[in-house]
């Protein structure tokens, strides 16, 4: 740093994008020659060795103090080998798969020159309005922090310098998906128990797993935006948490923090800077202001020497000063990438995503044999497996569930097929959802018509599968939706196969938890399949016909109806909460609805059933730092072998502050054959009882626990602890 200039140390906090993950009105312009000038710190969107040779060779060859650049991308579930949404890897309940998917995707993004993923979003969301919610692990914090330390292990494995690791960068910071309404980049406003109890444990997380880099969020927090918030991005990031690695704003948020209304983009851009933000994305706000805020003593030499050396201290733990060329490795690149055993493990972890929500009278696992109506927009289709935020793979070699079912069950079952609707025929819908991949191609015929051949269609076939739902790009960033129900034409749709009678197996495709109460009513059953990547269809095909049983549980609550969000399990007692008595006047209810979700935290069937016992503890009346074991029996009681993911919750009911009703503390995903039995126990200690109470101390207080173990967040065994300090 010695030998750096004042406008070269400013050039490294540039991030510029090139190739099109643009997501942004902004384009970087004149790369080439700001790099020669040293004026670029990292490039983002660029991917494929010979792409990213030519522009690491300018920067280390014809840049005056030859300094690598860092280069990332959007890898958020697969780079090429494309894996489910991370709504849907979460739903997997499966830590181990969870860091094997970052650990191939490191693996093929750093095939292809890449160092840097901007992945994981660890954001809580509880709002599925807010298209981002396909993006994260769902609504709790506990479970949220689990998947954000395996995908940050996954991506960086145990040193950043190998060949296969890539560094992460941990978004959005902060609170991002608790924006008001669900509405895209809207204000955050949220107390600070309720931000250190719900939000903010998965970035913590995320910080004690090594992350090597954060991403700042779009949102204010309580009227401070994120991207220039001294009290988030240094006192609580770096004093309290312990970071040590940068900070890159997301994509122009340092210019927009102008509308947010802080003032021009040199007033924001030295903000920026004094409250801890290392690298700004495409805006320029840093490149072409800070040396002026310097001569008017705006920032000092200092602030600007700090975030030049944690953006090069980042290149160095990558090993980029060693090796600029560390990723640029052409054989690599050709052995590396879309194999087929990354199909494989695709193909395993979408099955391990997919919810049974309903399977009424065991109509699933289909037979093999017979006819099958297949009906639907998404069931003869490509370009919608892979879901939302996938700028290397390619859609045309994702795997239709129309080609699944011949490749797994081949002549045996005779297929007959109609499209039945399009994706939407709604034109605002059809405009915004389509804006990226450019329009659906609608088919010729009127709705009628062809509703009409899906019908007759469905007529001749013993059952009926549709597969229906959300396009990719109706949910992920800049998608909201005020209306969360299977878009009007496919429901009129399924609503006329429903009269036929036949029984009617919906397989969902959907970046969000949606309103399926008709669909719950009238279907017999119904398969959560998310976005499940390339091998979508031979996934989708195993789950049908019984060659995997479906174990994935929900980690978003369904609700029945929009009116009802936001909903989440880990909700606090009222002073009158309603007891499920209708008629009852003066409750914490809704006149027109129940409180209840349609399907729970943590909810999914499987082909088989599973019994448990009640929970037995082995003390009742502990005291101080002691474990307690507790204790139930699983039992396989159906005709399938089949997985169970064995919940814990925790709930208090008497502390210094009130409390949410439960809380998850622990898991495991068992295997059980028909008619075997499994002892699970879990031990808790007193970490599990700590909470942050009303002045941000983390921690216990004695008192009565009720320890509840069960298959979902709504349907537990419990058990009484008194636990004394
Ligand atoms: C998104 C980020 C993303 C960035 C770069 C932004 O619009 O919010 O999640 O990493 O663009 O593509």
Redesign the pocket.
Known sequence: MGKMTLDEKIGQLNLVVMGN?I??TVISKGVEDKMKRGEIGGI?GLYGTANVSKMQDLAVKQSRLHIPLIFGL?VIHGHRTIFPIPLGVSATWDMGLIQQSAKIAAKEATAEGLNWV?SPMVDIARDPRWGRISEGSGEDPWYGSKVAKAMVKGYQGNNLMDADAVMACV??FALYGGAEAGREYNTVDMSLIKMYQDYLPPYKAAVDAGAGSF?SS?NTINGMPATVNKWLLTDLLRKQWGFKGFVVS??TALNEVTNHGLGDLQTVSALALKAGLDMDMVGEGFLTTLKKSLKEGKVTPQEIDLACRRVLEAKYKLGLFKNPAKSINAEKEKQDVFTDDNRKFARQIAEHSFVLLKNQGETLPLKKSGTIALVGPLADNHSEMLGTWVIAGDPNKSVSVAEGIKNVVGENVKVLYAKGANITDDSLLSIRAFALTGPEVKDKRTPQEMIDEAVETAKKADVVVAVVGESANMSG?SSSRADIDIPESQKELLKALSKTGKPLVIVLFNGRPLTLTWEDKHASAILDAWAPGTEAGNAIADVLFGNYNPAGKLTATFPRSVGQIPIYYSHKNTGRPFDGTGGAKFKSDYLDISNDPLYPFGYGLSYTTFSYSGVQLDKTNPAGNTTVKATVTVTNTGKYAGEEVVQLYISDPVASISRSVKELKGFQKISLQPGESKVVSFNITTADLKFYNDKLIYDWEPGQFVVQIGTNSANVQSAAVQWLK
């Open positions: 993950a997501t942004g983002f959007d901007f978004k959005h991403m779009f997301d994509y960033e």
